[in-house]
């Protein structure tokens, strides 16, 4: 099935729509309640841990993902320093360093106001998006947490996004 096929009601909850691209893609996903989902999606450089969770208040579907990163208490200030350079590069989404549970964080969300509805090309993209940074950026971070690059040599392996067509 594509994910463009019109097989969705107008009233289908954005975390059954998130859990329909789970089972589409074969991500391994937790179904944690009624407004969120937990899975696991595959990169080159890790296994990513995604929650998306739908919260009523604000009308917002947000998105976490998250990878163990625990770099040396000394590379702190360096890895603020690299964090801040990424976000530079994202324009949707971004990172965040959770020091207490040594994860590095990828935010990201959809504002869904006045009773949208999210299509699934739009919680695909969400996902693949945080992936994409988080595989973008993973090596610049390495660098900087253990190969002591200074920040701004890390940012420069950074894969960089292309435009247009070769």
Sequence with gaps: MSLNEPSFSEDLHPIDLVEHLALTHEWEFDRVGDDQISMAVEGQWRTYSITLAWSDYDETLRLISTFDMDPPAERLPQMFEVLNHANDECWTG??????????????????????????SE????????????????????????????DPKSAMDIAIREAYGRA
Aim: glycine letters at 6%; hydrophobic letters at 50%.
């Design 94 to 119: 971004s990172f965040t360093y959770w020091q207490d549970q040594r994860l590095m964080v990828f935010r990201y969300g959809l504002s869904l106001d006045g009773g949208q509805v999210a299509v």
């Design 122 to 149: 739009q919680v695909d993209r969400m996902i693949n998006s945080a992936v994409a940074a988080s595989e973008r950026f993973y090596p610049a971070f390495q660098l900087v947490a253990w190969a002591e690059r």
